[in-house]
Nanobody, 123 residues
Framework: QVQLVESGGGLVQAGGSLRLSCAASGRSFSTYLMGWFRQTPGKEREFVAGITRSGNTYYGDSVKGRFTISRDNAENTVYLQMNSLKPEDTAVYYC?????????????????WGPGTQVTVSS
């Protein structure tokens, strides 16, 4: 069992930045593949970014060049640095764990989820 807790969400103006953090419980954090997703009411959960055990990263098309995912295995934490934020980035952001080596963008491939953190970007 893995427990995840996101933090760092809030209200920011368009063009601004936020850094989300996701703290994970458990001693096997370094073996997990981590992902960030986001969701708005009435829409499906959208893949934002993922990072493998070895540190390889992958991004959704809508955030490429603006968001950066990173991980600190010593701190059992994964981060999402979000720059040049746009109103369309407004969503609840979720951290997720996949107990596997292949990075997928589909949310059903992930095994554990955090409760989410709200990000609101005003125009």
């Amino acid at each position: 069992q893995v427990q995840l807790v996101e933090s760092g969400g809030g209200l920011v103006q368009a063009g601004g930045s936020l850094r989300l953090s996701c703290a994970a419980s458990g001693r096997s954090f370094s073996t997990y593949l981590m992902g960030w997703f986001r969701q708005t009411p009435g829409k499906e959960r959208e893949f934002v970014a993922g990072i493998t055990r070895s540190g390889n990263t992958y991004y959704g098309d809508s955030v490429k060049g603006r968001f950066t995912i990173s991980r600190d295995n010593a701190e059992n934490t994964v981060y999402l640095q979000m720059n040049s934020l746009k109103p369309e980035d407004t969503a609840v952001y979720y951290c997720a764990v996949r107990d596997g080596s292949i990075l997928y963008t589909r949310p059903e491939k992930y095994d554990y989820w955090g409760p989410g953190t709200q990000v609101t970007v005003s125009s």
